[in-house]
């Protein structure tokens, strides 16, 4: 018989912990709203959610490894957003948040969420912070959620 493993939205007993850029506060503030939402709703209680602001976009993936490593956390979600001005700034800044979060989930079993919008415009990171898009926050947590069951399963 096939034996299948499928991830639950249910935040269970673990903790999260979510990492959130104060750079572009006006977004990743809804982003976090939107994560701490999706997760009291499956039914995480307050204790169960630890936030960590760090100043922008660069600084998640260096707490973001610290929490991971420390064994203390179900998952791990990174919340910010990268608007593209007028320099070449918002490339190196996406390159780096996208490889760290990456380079987390290669070196650690602690799932790390990608939820760092990168946006060409402010109105689209509006739309993805709770309007036309949906809510990014909201979206990463559902899969910290689903992947801490995941993980949960093979171990």
């Not at 791990?76 to 996406?94: F, M, N, P």
């Amino acid at each position: 018989m096939i034996q299948e493993i499928k991830g639950q939205l249910t935040p269970g007993k673990g903790n999260y912990s979510i990492v959130v850029s104060r750079f572009n506060e006006f977004i990743t503030s809804k982003l976090l709203g939107g994560a701490i939402d999706c997760l009291q709703r499956h039914g995480a209680s307050d204790e169960q959610i630890h936030v960590v602001w760090v100043p922008g976009a660069c600084e998640i993936t260096q707490a973001a490894k610290k929490l991971a490593s420390s064994g203390k956390y179900a998952a791990v979600i990174c919340l910010g957003a990268v608007i593209r001005g007028q320099t070449s700034h918002y490339d190196y800044v996406c390159q780096q948040v996208v490889r760290g979060i990456g380079q987390i989930n290669y070196d650690y079993a602690t799932p790390t969420v990608f939820g760092v919008l990168t946006c060409e415009t402010f109105e689209q990171a509006v739309e993805r912070a709770g309007t036309k898009m949906g809510n990014a926050g909201s979206d990463a947590a559902r899969t910290a959620m689903e992947m801490a069951n995941v993980i949960g399963q093979i171990e």
